[in-house]
């Protein structure tokens, strides 16, 4: 398995929790690395990505300020911290590599998935 996302769960709004994704070092080392997530009967959307030098990142704007996606290289593992959680980041959330010099926020810019992880946030 090259990609492996785990750290889903069950949570209160206004809680958090932090996702994780490891990967194998063939598909981490210099990867432009992803989040999306895709909620029931919609469809898959992007959260937030991470390049490999400098961490820049990116978000989509409903996650803005809430989540934050980081690196640990040495470890080749992805997080993503989510805080005040709301009902509707209720979703399978998905770690990606992508293709570099691609649109960030586009799915077909990624070529590697990893299996989801199930976020359900209660009202």
């Known amino acids: 398995v090259q990609l492996q996302a785990f750290g889903g769960g069950l949570v209160q709004a206004g809680g958090s929790l932090r996702l994780s994704c490891a990967a194998t070092?063939?598909?981490?080392?210099?990867?432009?690395m992803g989040w999306f997530r895709q909620a029931p009967g919609k469809e898959r959307e992007f959260v937030a990505s991470i390049v490999w030098r400098d961490a820049k990142a990116n978000y989509a704007d409903s996650v803005k300020g809430r989540f934050t996606v980081s690196r640990n290289n040495a470890k080749n593992t992805l997080y993503l911290q989510m805080n005040t959680l709301k009902p509707e980041d209720t979703a399978v959330y998905f770690c990606?590599?992508?293709?570099?010099?691609?649109?960030?926020?586009?799915?077909?810019?990624?070529?590697?998935w990893g299996q989801g992880t199930q976020v359900t946030v209660s009202s």
């Open positions: 070092p063939a598909t981490f080392n210099t990867a432009h």
């Open positions: 990606a590599r992508m293709r570099p010099g691609l649109d960030v926020a586009r799915m077909d810019s990624y070529h590697v």
